[in-house]
């Protein structure tokens, strides 16, 4: 089976992604030694096993990667749902620059550009009305 974005976008929603993401992220420890092994005297076994690093097999590893892009992309296709809900509450392109990290112009940019590939015609153009005008500079 291959693991792809695609494949992987279809099965989790984005809290689910985030999760699983999170999840095989932290159990990763980075370590580049595979299978060492350790001698245990006695009952110290149970101890001994909190101090194990952990490291993903090559499905998991493939798996974090591709969550990571299904993670990046959903995400992203959220963000035309925060600026339609920001304008609605009656933000500015300069709130909704700055809630985004950027400039007024590259949001209305952003946004514009989102319409165009998620939304259908009679959304998209509710959504232009919505916009309203290219923020001046």
Known sequence: MS??????EAEFSLPTAATR??????????????????????DD??????????????YEALELLALGEVVSRKAH???LIGIRAALR??????QIG????TT???A???????VARQLDADDAAAARELAGARPSR
């Open 104 to 106: 007024p112009d590259a």
């Open 21 to 42: 993401l999170d999840f095989l992220s932290r159990r990763d420890s980075g370590a580049t030694t595979l299978n060492t092994v350790r001698d245990v005297d006695g």
């Open 98 to 101: 700055d809630a985004l990290g």
């Open 108 to 114: 209305y940019d952003a946004f514009q550009e989102a």
């Open 45 to 58: 076994w149970a101890a001994s096993l909190k101090d194990v690093d952990t490291n993903l097999d090559t």
């Open 89 to 94: 509450g009656g933000a500015g392109w300069d």
């Open 3 to 8: 693991i792809t974005p695609e494949a992987l």
């Open 77 to 79: 296709d959220s963000q």
